[in-house]
């Protein structure tokens, strides 16, 4: 029987109905939460993603402020715009998208922007809360991506707790964070990367695999334990130009026991779940 399709796109429209209603509910009070996304350049990709969270945030009654700077702006300008925004009460989130052109240093621009409206949860500050155990309740952010991917799997009712889980990557973005989500949630975790001497011998003792990777075919059917739970968070184009993420999806669904399909799985997650920490970030700040 092939493997159970986790449908990004249905779960993400119900998260979204309920983030709407928080956001309506402080909006009542006078307090309508707000993202400002950042992009410097002229990648087109991220033109596109930037232009998805905005009009997400316009879809679930948030406020948004886009600003685009040309690839040239200099860091000294980005992190003055930062600390306008860190102080403007009606932004609860602050995203810098990424890649930033060569000359600014990333992080610093991440560690400039406060901790509480740090939505993507890429500061050190969210990065050491998800360390300690502590992420999403009061201290920190959870990074997006892998957010969404702990959604997906509760969604099919998978408890980590004492599984084994395998991450392929390690990202600050997503394998790390990722990695530590599942800990947190009681699975025993393998990190695998670039340099893992024999990755089918880990991934075909897991019960759950998160592939991010960034490379198609990356996880092919003989590498998969019948029944597993394999979530794909690749992003890549096939020869004929069509998207597909890092998981041979027609071989692996013979084996696997669900899967996440790409396009319309993590993808719509991820904003899914930027919307989420901005009205959290919103909560927090009517507290
Ligand atoms: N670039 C790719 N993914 C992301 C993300 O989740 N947040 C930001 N800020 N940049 C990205």
Do not use: W
Not at 35 to 53: C, E, F, H, I, T
Not at 232 to 256: H, I, K, S, T, W
């Amino acid at each position: 029987m092939p493997a159970q399709t986790i449908d990004g796109v249905a779960l993400s429209k119900q998260i979204r109905g309920e983030v709407a209603q928080r956001a309506a509910a402080l909006s009542a009070l006078g307090i309508t939460p707000g993202l400002a996304v950042l992009l410097v350049g002229d990648n087109p990709a991220s033109q596109v993603y930037v232009r998805n969270k905005v009009k997400a945030c316009q879809e679930a009654g948030l406020h948004s402020v886009l600003e685009t700077y040309p690839a040239e702006f200099g860091e000294a300008e980005l992190l003055a715009r930062i600390a306008a925004l860190n102080a403007d009460p009606t932004i609860h989130g602050i995203l810098v998208q990424l890649p930033l052109p060569r000359h600014i240093d990333e992080q610093r621009v991440i560690e400039a922007i406060a901790p509480a409206k740090d939505v993507d949860g890429f500061h050190v500050a969210s990065a050491g809360a998800l360390l300690v155990g502590r992420s999403g309740d009061e201290a920190g952010f959870r990074p997006c991506t892998p957010y969404g991917c702990m959604k997906m799997l509760e969604s099919i009712g998978c408890d980590p707790r004492g599984r084994h889980a395998v991450v392929i990557g390690r990202s600050n973005i997503v394998g790390k964070p990722m990695a530590l989500l599942l800990l947190q949630a009681h699975a025993t975790v393998t990190i695998c990367h670039s340099a893992t001497a024999d990755l089918a011998h880990h991934t075909r003792q897991a019960d759950i695999v998160v592939v991010a990777v960034g490379r198609r075919h990356t996880l092919t059917a003989d590498m998969v334990k019948p029944g597993a739970v394999v979530i794909d968070v690749g992003m890549n184009r096939d020869e004929a130009g069509r998207l597909c993420g890092d998981v041979d999806f027609d071989g692996v669904r013979e084996v696997a026991g669900a899967l996440t399909p790409v396009p319309g799985g993590v993808g719509p997650m991820t904003i899914t779940m930027l919307l989420a920490n901005t009205v959290e970030a919103a909560e927090r700040s009517a507290r």
